[in-house]
């Protein structure tokens, strides 16, 4: 399915305002198995939005529009919608007495500009708002489907959530699953994984999301057999980097390898962002400091059976102890990534891969592509 989404406002296209609609929609529909094509930002221009709403419905099967369905001048969207598609605007009476009776729930008397947000392209159908004044609408043109919805986030998000996807769900046989690599580049994973030929109907796509690297195996009108084909497939590249797979954050699968039993942590480089990580987890004890001694492993507490530090960054690297009861495994390990958070969840996420690689039975010293190893020892 082709999805293109289009935002429109003066305040979007100038940075005043951050287009977080877009971005989450996004992601919504990456969930589900869709992935965005295109996106459009266009501003309060009555031509421009015309004819961006026309090219995107020419070639998509789905078209989002976002904004400019409120009751001022500069809300231009559904007469670019009657103009783009020749369905002329008309009063909609039904929707005029809802925005009404909003207002006199709250003891005021609508304004007169309020009554253009029911006028509608004539043939589409209303898109219910259950909070606000500006309802939205579908738009059928050609093989195209448009949705039209206000741009206030509270309102946008709900009816997305309750009136649009389900409705774009409907019919829709699509299979999603979800591998969560680190350690090693994108462009690594790409080179290895770009060449290969998948399933028909299968698709890969990639999602960096620091420190991981999230790919998904998207599959439409596939059966089980299909998609089975393309995990193995990918498996067979990426398993030397696979941290985690499914709809949890590989911290959460991690961590429930404990069992329950209570978890210390002590992290300095890491800037707090290993216990960022693990701040769900039921029986957690953790602390911050800002600078460790000489011998930071000698600060991992001992009442604990597991603890988890990350020391200070230093020329020779950052210190990570993992301590399974009396035994305890240390690297010193060199990040160069330039951004400092990056960096920070780089190393809190490798100290939970120390964990998690030894609750599996592994060496807890993987091998990695983006992060250097200077020391390794056991005691």
């Known amino acids: 399915m082709h999805i293109e989404l289009v935002s429109t406002g003066d ?20 969930e589900q198995g869709w ?44 007469e670019a919608a009657a ?31 309020n009554a253009k947000q029911a006028w509608l392209p004539r043939g589409s159908r209303l898109i219910d708002n259950p909070v606000g004044t500006a ?28 009136q649009i996807l389900p409705e774009l769900a409907a019919g829709q046989d699509t299979r999603l699953r979800r591998f969560y690599t680190f ?23 990639y999602r ?16 089980d057999g299909a998609m089975g084909l393309a995990e193995a497939q990918l498996l067979a590249h990426i398993t030397p980097w696979l941290v985690g797979e499914g709809s949890e954050p590989p ?13 210390y942590l002590l992290e300095c480089a890491s800037g707090g962002a290993l216990q960022r990580m693990c701040r769900d987890y039921p029986h957690l004890h953790a602390r911050f400091e800002a600078t ?21 960054e230093s020329e020779q690297g950052v210190a990570l102890v993992l301590q399974d009861g009396e035994r305890r495994f240390e690297q010193l390990v060199l990040v160069r990534h330039p951004d400092r958070p990056s960096r920070e969840r780089i190393l809190a996420f490798c100290a939970l891969d120390m964990l998690r690689r030894h609750l599996a039975g592994h060496s807890p010293f993987g091998e990695y592509q983006t992060l250097t190893r200077t020391l390794s020892r056991a005691s």
């Open 183 to 205: 350690g090693v580049p994108e462009s690594t994973l790409s080179d290895a994984l770009d060449r290969l030929e998948w399933p028909q109907g299968v698709v890969l796509g």
């Open 35 to 78: 992935q965005v094509r295109r996106r459009h930002t266009v501003g309060d221009d009555l031509e421009a939005i015309t004819q961006v709403l026309a090219e995107a419905a020419a070639r998509s099967d789905v078209v989002l529009v976002c904004g400019g369905l409120g009751p001022t001048s500069d809300d231009l969207t559904a």
């Open 135 to 162: 309802c939205g609408f579908r738009v059928d043109a050609g093989a195209c489907r448009l949705y039209f919805t206000p741009g206030v986030p509270f309102e946008f998000k709900q009816m997305v959530q309750q």
């Open 83 to 113: 103009r783009a598609f020749s369905a002329p605007l008309e009063l909609r009476e039904a929707w005029l007495e809802v925005i009404r009776a909003r207002y006199a729930s709250r003891g005021r008397v609508m304004a007169e500009s």
């Open 292 to 312: 460790l001694g000489a011998d930071p492993a000698a600060l991992v507490p001992q009442p604990g059976r597991w603890a988890l530090l990350v020391g200070e």
């Open 208 to 223: 960096s999301s620091m420190p991981l690297i999230e790919l998904k195996l998207i599959g439409h009108e596939v059966d």
């Open 11 to 30: 305040e979007i296209v100038t940075g005043l305002v951050v287009d977080t609609n877009a971005a989450w929609l996004s992601a919504l529909l990456l």
């Open 251 to 263: 911290w959460a699968h991690i961590l429930r390898g404990l069992k329950g039993e209570p978890l």
